[in-house]
């Protein structure tokens, strides 16, 4: 399970570290808009320069033009230039009209440069409030990556702890199955020096029953000897076998019924010679 949970910890901050490449790319995209955007500003701004220094440069021929029509309209004996008064207002006329074209053409060329330059300063507001939205957002992450790799390091002592746990219990697992196999050993061989004591006639019976039981499918209710289902304690072991003799390795039998099929086996077989208990009939003594 801590396995799983690390590889799930790992998984999410694989994730997170994606999701950061691409806020990452996205800052790059909006400060490269924001460059284009200031590119695009200081282009614009030469023009814009240039259209407003036209525009003035026209507004003083107006105003010069202006200026020399009441001069020439004041002086009406001058006809040098003209020879009537009329050719000579006519003419200055269309000189204010060309002049007047000009300073409106200008005019609607600076107001196109004013307004691409404001576009450009919104673009440029706008990048600037995303590149602020996507940084507050990348230190939001790169906090989540810390608390990611924090708990990674937990759970990677975890894990520690966990194997440390599981090297000393395979240890006592060890330990436990040599145990058993010492005392599994040691019942066999208590089992085989009891059977030695045994008469050959009990001994072949009690086998005989046995594998007549397992033959039968009685295992259930003939259940061994008397000897297979106590536990005495080292000390009392010689006073146990002196007291009970030969009754322990009498056969217990779950009912009468079994017990004399089992007891009727062995005689009418020949094969020696059997006890068979009923447990029915077993008392307990206060």
Not at 1 to 21: M, N
Not at 137 to 151: N, R, Y
Request: one cysteine or more.
């Amino acid at each position: 399970a801590a396995r799983l949970e690390a590889e799930g910890e790992a998984r999410r901050q694989g994730e997170s570290e994606e999701r950061k490449a691409e806020r990452l790319a996205e800052i790059a995209r909006a400060r490269a808009e924001v460059e284009a955007a200031d590119r695009e500003a200081a282009e614009a701004r030469p023009a814009v320069a240039k259209a407003e220094a036209k525009t003035r440069e026209l507004e003083q021929s107006c105003q010069v033009a202006s200026t020399q029509r009441e001069q020439l309209l004041a002086k009406q004996n001058r006809k040098e230039q003209y020879s009537t008064v009329e050719e000579r207002n006519k003419a200055l006329d269309a000189e204010i009209l060309r002049g007047s074209g000009r300073l409106s053409e200008a005019r609607e060329k600076m107001t196109a440069c004013e307004e691409k330059l404001a576009r450009t300063e919104h673009k440029r507001t706008e990048a600037s409030y995303e590149v602020v939205a996507k940084r507050r957002e990348l230190a939001g992450i790169e906090k989540q990556l810390a608390d990611i790799g924090q708990g990674m390091r937990q759970i990677g002592e975890q894990l520690d702890k966990s194997s440390e746990r599981t090297r000393l219990l395979h240890q006592q697992r060890s330990s436990l199955q040599r145990d058993v196999e010492q005392h599994r050993q040691e019942a066999y061989n208590s089992q085989g020096r009891l059977e030695a004591t045994m008469p050959r006639a009990y001994r072949q019976a009690v086998a005989a029953v046995g594998r007549w039981a397992e033959e039968r499918g009685y295992q259930g209710r003939l259940r061994g000897t008397l000897l297979s289902h106590i536990q005495v304690p080292p000390t009392f072991r010689a006073a146990v076998e002196s007291f009970a003799g030969m009754a322990l390795f009498n056969v217990l039998a779950m009912d009468d019924e079994v017990a004399a099929e089992a007891v009727k086996f062995v005689r009418t077989k020949r094969l020696g010679a059997v006890v068979v208990t009923p447990l029915s009939q077993v008392v307990a003594r206060e």
